[in-house]
């Protein structure tokens, strides 16, 4: 496992919903790991210097050529990979700004598209957390708030919520 000596034991991940002006979601396919060959939300780490929302909007212009902004949080999903790695993924709802052509990221990716939510569970290949946020997508969406400062002290040079 490269992202060990890379991460350490406690990673943060981003994942974003990007969704179209007609309703589809942008998906990807990923060459690596445990969603290889599988579709599911374009994603990737938080990078040091930089808020979890920012690092959404960063990993989802990379992998899929579509810049972005935040419309809320969805949640957080979080786990423990054989009891030692803890693995944290906040996952955004975003929408496209500069249109819907998708390029993607040849070295990481087999594939990135739009595809209607409702293709997707017809799909063999629709990861287990994609399908399950297709059901639940109407659950709230967490608006970002900025403009708080928790106080001089802390030495924050962004701060945002998402409540």
Known sequence: MGNIEKRGKVWLAVSGLV?????????????????KGQWSLPAGFVEKGETADEAVI?????????????????????????????????????????????????EELYEAKFIA???LLLEKDTSTLLRYLIH????????????????????????????
Not at 136 to 163: C, D, M, R
């Open 19 to 35: 969704q179209s002006v007609d309703g589809r979601w942008l998906v990807v396919k990923k060459k690596y790991g445990g969603l």
């Open 58 to 106: 960063r990993e989802v212009k990379e992998e899929t050529g579509i810049t972005c902004a935040v419309k809320g949080l969805i949640g957080l999903r979080t786990g423990v990979i054989e009891k030692e790695i803890s693995d944290n993924m906040i996952m955004f709802v975003l929408v496209p700004t500069n249109g819907e052509k998708v390029s993607h990221q040849e």
């Open 117 to 119: 939510p409702e293709k």
């Open 136 to 163: 639940q997508h109407e659950a709230s969406v967490k608006q970002g708030i900025e403009g708080l400062n928790p106080g001089e002290q802390f030495g924050y040079t962004s701060y945002k919520l998402f409540l």
